[in-house]
């Protein structure tokens, strides 16, 4: 293997670290709207199926730093888990926004991509810790109202083969 493509493979292990990373960030983000959707569901806010999915459309529209807002007016955690969402959501829209661009000299060196890569990894460890406490909460409300993860699936089987 030449220089040229020690460097390629290199580049490519900060581009799988940080496909990684999205990944989780997309699933935490999934998970607040799924926090806000159950929480209307067991508050009886919407009955009918059409009133969540308009409810889905636009709350998926929404900024996360907003919706994260809302699920933490209504949810207390005990120990307080709100800065890691917080610390979640910041990290999430730097990721997307001007991670990349922030760090292009460091990606131009060896050691650089190296740090890059352990960064990924720590951001990675962030958006899972965030993802795994939302999931926590959606679990919560989803055994208030009493539904279980089968009748999810299934009608979640359900809407993909009605689409």
């Given at each position: 293997m030449d220089q ?19 990944r989780?960030a ?5 998970e ?7 929480h ?25 730093r ?20 917080v610390?979640?959501?910041e ?6 926004h ?32 965030a ?17 279980s ?15």
């Open positions: 040229k493509d020690a460097e390629r493979a290199h580049d490519n292990q900060v581009y799988q670290a940080c496909g990684l990373a999205l989780w997309q699933l935490f983000e999934a607040i709207v799924n926090v806000l959707l159950f209307s569901l067991a508050r009886k806010k919407f009955l009918v199926r059409s009133k969540a999915e308009a409810f889905l459309i636009h709350t998926e529209k929404r900024p996360l907003q919706l994260l807002r809302e699920v933490l007016e209504r949810v207390r955690f005990e120990p307080d888990i709100t800065s890691t969402f610390e979640a959501i990290q999430r829209n730097f990721l997307a001007k991670y990349f661009w922030d760090r292009m000299e460091d990606f131009a060196t060896k050691e650089g991509r190296d740090r890059m890569i352990e960064e990924l990894n720590e951001l990675t460890q962030l958006f899972y810790s993802h795994r406490f939302s999931s926590m909460i959606t679990r919560l409300y989803v055994e208030q109202l009493g539904v993860g089968e009748a999810i699936e299934r009608e979640m089987d359900r809407l993909k083969n009605t689409t």
